[in-house]
Structures are given as C-alpha cells and as structure tokens.
Nanobody, 122 residues
Framework: QVQLVESGGGLVQAGGSLRLSCAAS????????MGWFRRAPGKEREFVCA????????RYADSVKGRFTISRDNAKNTVYLQMVSLKPEDTAVYYC???????????????WGQGTQVTVSS
C-alpha cells in the first residue's frame, strides 16, 4: 500500500522558514516524479514544485521560485520542501504527490498525502 506522509508544517512569521517532509513507502519511487501542491483557503489547488526522483528535471511555480527548494533523501525515501522568505500568501495546506511524470496538473499524480498546514503570519 502506497503511503505519502507529510510533516513539518506549522505557524511561522513572514520572512521565516520551514522545511516540509514527505515520507514515501509502499513501492519503489525511483521512476516517479514527486511534487508539492498547496491549497489556500477559498482557492483551488496550486502546483508548487516537482522533480524526478531519479534526478534531472525540476520545476517550480513562479510564485515560489528562488524561495522554495525541493530535494530528496534516497536512503530515507523522503522528499523535502525547504521554504524560506515565507509570505502570508504562502499560507495553505501543502500536499505531497507522486506520479509518472512531472506535471503542474494535479490529476497527473497517482498518490497523495494527507497534507500539512502552513500558516504564515504578517
């Protein structure tokens, strides 16, 4: 059974940093793309970033480029989202997802985590 479990969310002041983790289990993800999405209150789900687990391509939304970094720890089968210079508009539930290829479309991903709340106060 595939599981993606996010952690690391919380409350932070504007300008602060957080690191989200996504622990993946239940299958081999070496041929998968891993992505982060977010959903802010009253808004649609939004692509944040994604990369191929095997390395190579990485893609970021313009809104987070230069502030967010996606990375992985192969030994721990864990994907990270390092977020710096956080803004109140980054407030959202953040979701980890796995799919066959990098895509900004959520429907392209097969597996999803339960989400972790990030709140940035002004």
């Amino acid at each position: 059974q595939v599981q993606l479990v996010e952690s690391g969310g919380g409350l932070v002041q504007a300008g602060g940093s957080l690191r989200l983790s996504c622990a993946a289990s239940g299958r081999t993800f070496s041929n998968y793309a891993m992505g982060w999405f977010r959903r802010a209150p009253g808004k649609e789900r939004e692509f944040v970033c994604a990369f191929n687990w095997s390395g190579g391509s990485t893609r970021y939304a313009d809104s987070v480029k230069g502030r967010f970094t996606i990375s992985r720890d192969n030994a721990k089968n864990t994907v990270y989202l390092q977020m710096v210079s956080l803004k109140p508009e980054d407030t959202a539930v953040y979701y980890c997802a796995a799919g066959p290829r990098i895509s900004i479309m959520g429907r392209s991903y097969d597996y999803w985590g339960q989400g972790t709340q990030v709140t940035v106060s002004s």
